[in-house]
């Protein structure tokens, strides 16, 4: 059972760090619309989506197509993982802030910075 408590359609933030050292964060929004959407998905787990914060807004839901609203200029996509993914990678607001607060606490204690 992962950790996050996911609700459809709310925002969650994808977390990546560019350094070993966990001092620059890369942040990225994304609403969660479901899981195992696709018929390729494994039988044996969970895989959960998320669609881009952009298109999700404008366009509507991947997971309802018949209720999307085409843009020119908006390509939607998604992106997928699994449960341990999820626990390391994926948070809500707040524990986005808390993980930001803490690349800035360890940046300041490093000397290379």
Not at 19 to 47: E, H, K, R, W
Request: hydrophobic share 40%; proline share 8%.
């Amino acid at each position: 059972m992962p950790k996050l408590h996911l609700e459809l359609g709310r925002p969650y933030y994808h977390l990546k760090w560019v350094d070993p050292a966990f001092t620059i964060p890369g942040l990225q929004p994304f609403f969660f619309i479901g899981t195992n959407l696709s018929v390729d998905d494994d039988t044996l787990g969970t895989t959960y989506y998320f669609q881009d914060s952009i298109s999700f807004t404008w366009c509507g839901s991947l997971a309802e197509p018949d209720k999307m609203k085409p843009h020119d200029d908006i390509v939607p996509y998604t992106m997928t993982c699994r449960e341990p993914e999820l626990d390391v990678a994926w948070f809500t607001l707040d524990g986005a802030i808390a993980e930001l607060v803490g690349a800035r606490d360890r940046a300041a204690g490093a000397s290379e910075y």
